[in-house]
């Protein structure tokens, strides 16, 4: 789909029914709760190493400081140089990390969004769990990654309050990346704020309840349960897309680059 087309379909759009939107997110979700668990599995055996390697500097700093208290008594260690230069490391690591973290996160969630139509269609499942992680969208990933880190940063230094507007077009982005790959990302994320204008007070209801209630039920479920009703949340954000912009065959669907056999 054009970005022309993508606004067109916006502005075209009708208003979204909070209990149908609902009704059929519960009905999708226990089709592809299964999958949307895999999904998640995924995300965080990728993102583990990450953690792990964001405290190196850390276990360093504790390491330097054992090393000086053996230190023969000499005063010249230049201990406290070293641990600002490392504490300094952290927080770039810390900041890399999160990119690239967010980065991986939002591709397989893209990833998922593309089975709930396959599931919601009866297409076949082939698409690969990377398939936005290579090829020429890997850059847009990160890209869209970033900006997405910075206006959400922006608002939240915003006195905090302004997270609420952009929580919903945020939530968007994602959807919209799922099945406009092609569109730029200047042209994503102001389709995203134009439709989450239009549907922000239903769509912001309806992404804070299924939040509730997927961390409730899986709550009630031994706490293990979160796993396997986190993403229950992205449901709505599906149909929110489903029934205002809608899809058209692209040729995204059938790009090689795309899938695996």
């Known amino acids: ?127 690969s769990y990377f398939m936005f992680l290579k090829g020429k969208y890997i850059g847009k990933v990160f890209t869209i990654a970033i900006a997405s880190f910075g206006i959400a940063l922006l608002a939240a230094l915003l006195c905090y309050l302004p997270i609420f507007y952009v929580m919903v077009p945020l939530q968007l982005l994602g959807v919209m990346f799922a099945f406009n790959p092609d569109v730029n990302t200047s042209d994503l994320i102001k389709a995203s704020f134009k439709l989450g204008n239009k549907i922000w007070l239903v769509a912001f209801g309806l992404i804070l309840i299924s939040s509730i209630l997927s961390q409730l039920v899986g709550t009630l479920l031994c706490f293990v349960g979160i796993f396997l009703t986190a993403s229950f949340v992205h449901m709505p954000v ?17 790009d090689p680059t795309l899938f695996v056999k």
């Open 1 to 127: 789909m054009t970005s022309g087309k993508l606004f067109e379909r916006i502005e075209n759009s009708t208003s979204l029914d909070f209990g149908d939107v609902f009704s059929k997110s519960f009905e999708l979700f226990k089709k592809v709760w299964v999958q949307g668990f895999v999904h998640l599995l995924i995300s965080l055996l990728v993102m583990l190493p990450l953690f792990f390697a964001m405290y190196i500097p850390l276990f360093a700093i504790i390491g330097i400081d054992g090393f000086e208290q053996n230190y023969n008594g000499h005063d010249d260690f230049p201990k406290e140089e070293l641990s600002i230069g490392l504490m300094i490391l952290f927080i770039i690591l810390v900041i890399v990390i999160t990119m690239i973290a967010a980065a991986l996160q939002f591709a397989i969630t893209a990833h998922f969004y593309r089975v709930c139509k396959q599931v919601d269609h009866g297409l076949p499942g082939t698409s």
């Open 238 to 254: 599906y149909h929110m897309y489903k029934d205002t912009i809608g899809f058209e065959d692209d040729g995204t669907e059938k």
